[in-house]
Each structure stands twice: as C-alpha cells, then as structure tokens.
C-alpha cells in the first residue's frame, strides 16, 4: 500500500486544486474569448476559489458558478453587501448564493 506523509497530500490537494481552476479557466476562455487577453483572470479566479472554499462552499458546479461570476466581476465576493450575504447564518453558502444570484436576475429584470 502507498503511504503519504501529511505534507505530500497536501501538495497533492493544491495540486488538485490548481488543476480545477486551471480547467475552468479553459472552460471560461473557450465560451468567451474575449477574456484570452485578460493576465490577472487566472489569479483572480484562483483567489475565488480559496474564498469560496473558505466560505465554505463544498459543490464543484456552483463553485464553477462563483468563477465564472469572478470572471465578469472581479472580486464581486469582496463587495461588502455580497460577502455579508454570504456569511449571513442560517442557510448553507450555496443556498445563499443561490439566492443572491436570484435576487440581482430579479433585479435586472425590473430595470
């Protein structure tokens, strides 16, 4: 049987980590191109996804949903009223997020 240390499994979990980013960074590109150019989309998405995961969101589709959103609207978790939201007790992250989501689709529609 193999064995790891500590240390090795966790060079394997950001290594794990890095290569999810990585593959919706190419997703991301490859549905818009306009976004090839952007140099800071790579980082910024790997920023969101530590938070996400900080935030405690555990399901891999709505956390692609949280880079993508980070795609269009850098940083847009770090927006007081967003991360407040996020945080806000009672409900998981992902039903929060959900609801967010809904709220600002609400919203655009009345406007």
């Known amino acids: 049987?193999?064995?790891f240390?500590?240390?090795?499994?966790?060079?394997?979990?950001?290594?794990e980590k890095l290569q999810y980013v990585a593959e919706v960074h190419q997703m991301i590109v490859n549905e818009y191109p306009e976004l090839a150019g952007d140099?800071?989309?790579?980082?910024?998405l790997e920023r969101a996804y530590a938070h996400a995961v900080a935030l405690g969101f555990k399901d891999g589709g709505t956390i692609t949903q949280f880079l993508y959103y980070e795609a269009f609207a850098p940083n847009f978790y770090r927006q007081p009223a967003i991360d407040?939201?996020?945080r806000k007790p009672g409900r998981t992250v992902e039903q929060r997020f959900?609801?967010?989501l809904a709220q600002?689709?609400?919203?655009?529609?009345?406007?």
Do not use: G, N
């Open 1 to 3: 049987m193999i064995r």
């Open 5 to 15: 240390s500590e240390e090795q499994l966790a060079q394997l979990d950001r290594l």
């Open 39 to 44: 140099r800071s989309l790579r980082d910024r």
């Open 84 to 86: 407040a939201w996020l």
């Open 98 to 100: 959900a609801d967010l």
């Open 104 to 111: 600002a689709k609400s919203k655009l529609r009345e406007d």
